[in-house]
């Protein structure tokens, strides 16, 4: 299984962008995807999650109202819409995959990573 991450760039606060991440390798009717991200000095945290099976979404309550995770089955591709970016949302964001169909919070839990990619934001 392979994920692979993109639509990092540099915003202004206030401004949006647009992650997506590419599963390949096995079906993933049986999985859930999680977005992360880390901040320099700072550990890797949990920001959103879905379940292929159904859809249902999670959130961490600082990107609530802001940030929507979605995904297109077809294409295998899980999106992170972000808006009203702030500049402590600048970190490397990285998406990772799990057998099973429970969104976890927890790094540890989550099989495969894909790359990472950096959404700078400035204030």
């Known amino acids: 299984v392979q994920l692979q991450a993109s639509g990092g760039g540099m915003v202004q606060a206030g401004g949006s962008l647009t992650l997506s991440c590419v599963v390949s390798?096995?079906?993933?009717?049986?999985?859930?995807t999680g977005w992360f991200r880390q901040a320099p000095g700072k550990e890797r945290e949990f920001v959103a999650g879905i379940r292929w099976s159904g859809g249902n979404t999670y959130y961490t309550d600082s990107v609530k109202g802001r940030f929507t995770v979605s995904k297109v089955s077809a294409k295998n591709t899980v999106y992170l819409q972000m808006n009203s970016l702030k500049p402590e949302d600048t970190a490397v964001y990285y998406c990772a995959l799990r057998w099973g169909s429970t969104v976890h919070r927890a790094v540890q839990l989550y099989n495969y990573w894909g790359q990472g990619t950096l959404v700078t934001v400035s204030s």
């Open positions: 390798g096995r079906a993933t009717n049986d999985a859930a």
